[in-house]
Structure formats: C-alpha cells, structure tokens
C-alpha cells in the first residue's frame, strides 16, 4: 500500500461502511480527514477513475429485496472468452470470475424476483449452450465485505438478523440506486432523492430503517479489492454433513482472512459442496495460510474441499435490483 497516498488510504480504510447519513455525508468525512468537502468529492473522484473504488453507495443482503443466485459453467478453455461475453452482457450479472476448477466460469446474478432470475440463468444456457450450476443460498454466516488496507482483518462475523418485515413497495428503487451508487456531489442523497422524487429527509430515514433492519449490510466507499493488492482470491466449498453446518460455518465466519462465509444448496451427484468461504489475500501464501487455519478448525478437521483461486475477473459492479440496465 506504499503506492497510495496517505490520505487516499485513510479515506479508503475509514470510510468502507457508516457513511455519514447527513445532508452533507462528504463534509462530515471531511473534518475528520482534516480537508474540505471538495477535496473529499475530489480524492473520491479521482479513486474512482483510477478503479480502486467501484462507488460509495451500499450492499443489498441477498434475497431480501431481490432474488440473487451464485451459478457456474464448466466452458472449455477455447470458449471462455466467448461464453464470459455472454454472461456478462446480463444486466443482472454483477460479478463474474475465472476460477480454477473444472466448473470454471462463476457468477453472481441478481434480479428483481425469482420469475426474472429464473429467465436470465435460462437465457445463459440457451446462449451459451452448457448446462448451469444454480447454488441458492441458503443462510449466510458473514457477509460483511470490507477490506481493512492497514493491518490485519478483523472478522465480522454477520450475526445480525435481518427483518424483511419493513420492506416497503417504494424500497426497491432506493435500494437499486444505493447498488448503482451515490453521486460524488455535496448532497448526494439530495440528488438521489430528486431522482427518485422523494425528499431528502424520508430518504435518509429510509436508509436508516434499512440499515437497522440488516437489509443493507453495508453503506459507505465499495473498493475494488484487486486494485488494492488483494490480487490472490480463492473461494473454498466444503462437503460439509448438513447437521454440522451451523457449526463449521460459524467457525469459518470468524476466521481473520475469511471474508465470506455462506450455506448454499448442493446439486446431488454433481456438486455436493454446502459450505463456501472466501479468502482475499495479497498473495497465493498468504491465502494458503488463511486456508491452512481453515482446515485445522475442529469442525472442518478432514472434511472434503475444493479450493477455487480466481485467474481472471471479467465483471465487477453492484447488484441490480430493477430491469433497467
């Protein structure tokens, strides 16, 4: 991280979660930097250009105001390009990875309910002419996605409920908006309300309910982690027996150097892993150390695994929750 400006890397540290829900959220960041609210929209800015932030705005909890799948096809290495074209080109499609495995093209899709998931994954197939792996999730044990720059991780283990009772009608559109991002200007959420003819005031209420409610997991600067060294990524799957999920995936959840840990839906006689966790590391070492404590927690002592490091990511943004692209 010697290559960021100080400054930069406070800001980047700082700022990944509890974004100021204020009329000017820039300022508040602002005086704690010891800059102006120009310089902040400015630095922001120029990170952003620079692709080492992908916005400032939030993370959806999935399957709340949206339905989201993480799905893969095994594509032969002659078609990769060609078949991650065509999964990319879905609006929907907000993250996509080449991974080290037979089954080597992974995505993560999103749409705004199940009628409208089932149809993308279906035209996927139709286009790319491989059947799909379809890995609901099931229950996650952390999702909390932050990436410290300075020091090691702290786990953060996502142990809070989510009460999908609030959800309203008019939520979704605020909650697409947040995916997209918030405009760098001195009252973003000013602007955003604006765009959504709404006003200030209930949006940033909103927001807050939503936040309380864990149906945003996350408000603040959304980093791009491979921009920012976290270059060497391995997602694990373990064939973990379902009655001690909970428990292994508790332990994964607070693992230093775990980023995600979640319970998906195996695929009999295909794919029988339930247990996932995600390890983001400087290094291939570093991850391997990572997965080295992994594999000597009690609960997942001998148990089967894949280890899946990405080679090449060709899509990254936030989730869609509308139709509109």
């Not at 899946?308 to 936030?318: A, I, M, N, P, V």
């Given at each position: 991280m010697d290559r960021i400006d100080p400054i930069d890397l406070?800001?980047?540290?700082?700022?990944?979660?509890?974004?100021?829900?204020?009329?000017?959220?820039?300022?508040?960041?602002?005086?704690?930097?010891?800059?102006?609210?120009?310089?902040?929209?400015?630095?922001?800015?120029?990170?952003?250009?620079?692709?080492?932030?992908a916005r400032v705005g939030?993370?959806?909890?999935?399957?709340?105001?949206?339905?989201?799948?993480?799905?893969?096809?095994?594509?032969?290495?002659?078609?990769?390009?060609?078949?991650?074209?065509?999964?990319?080109?879905?609006a929907g499609v907000n993250h996509s990875y080449q991974r080290e495995n037979d089954w080597n093209l992974w995505f993560v899709a999103t749409a705004p309910d199940a009628e409208a998931l089932a149809a993308m994954l279906a035209r996927i197939e139709t286009a790319s002419?491989?059947?799909?792996?379809?890995?609901?999730?099931?229950?996650?044990?952390?999702?909390?996605?932050?990436f410290p720059l300075r020091?090691?991780?702290?786990?953060?283990?996502?142990?809070?409920?989510?009460?999908?009772?609030?959800?309203?009608?008019?939520?979704?559109?605020?909650?697409?908006?947040?995916?997209?991002?918030l405009d760098l200007t001195p009252r973003p959420y000013a602007t955003l309300a604006l765009r959504l003819g709404r006003d200030e005031n209930s949006v940033l209420s909103r927001i807050g309910v939503l936040l309380a409610a864990g149906i945003l997991t996350r408000l603040g600067v959304i980093v791009r982690h491979r921009a920012l060294?976290?270059?060497?990524?391995?997602?694990?799957?373990?064939?973990?027996?379902?009655?001690?999920?909970?428990?292994?995936?508790?332990?994964?959840?607070?693992?230093?150097?775990?980023?995600?840990?979640?319970?998906?839906?195996?695929?009999?006689?295909?794919?029988?892993?339930?247990l996932y966790c995600m390890i983001h590391a400087r290094s291939r070492a570093a991850a391997e150390e990572v997965l080295a404590s992994a594999r000597a927690l009690p609960a997942l002592t001998g148990i089967d695994h894949r280890v899946?490091?990405?080679?090449?990511?060709?899509?990254?943004?936030?989730a869609r929750l509308s139709e509109a692209a």
């Open positions: 406070a800001l980047l540290d700082g700022f990944q979660r509890d974004l100021p829900l204020e009329s000017h959220p820039y300022a508040r960041i602002a005086a704690g930097l010891g800059l102006t609210e120009t310089e902040v929209i400015d630095r922001l800015s120029r990170l952003q250009a620079a692709g080492r932030i939030g993370t959806v909890r999935p399957n709340t105001a949206g339905a989201s799948t993480l799905a893969a096809l095994a594509v032969p290495e002659d078609r990769i390009d060609e078949v991650a074209a065509i999964v990319g080109a879905e002419g491989l059947p799909l792996l379809d890995l609901r999730l099931i229950r996650p044990f952390n999702i909390d996605l932050g020091g090691d991780r702290v786990a953060m283990p996502g142990k809070r409920g989510v009460e999908t009772a609030v959800l309203r009608a008019d939520d979704k559109p605020l909650l697409d908006a947040l995916c997209r991002g060294g976290f270059t060497s990524n391995a997602m694990v799957v373990w064939d973990v027996p379902e009655a001690a999920t909970l428990a292994a995936g508790q332990a994964l959840a607070a693992l230093p150097g775990v980023t995600l840990a979640y319970e998906r839906r195996p695929v009999a006689g295909v794919w029988p892993y339930r899946l490091f990405s080679t090449r990511c060709f899509k990254q943004s936030g």
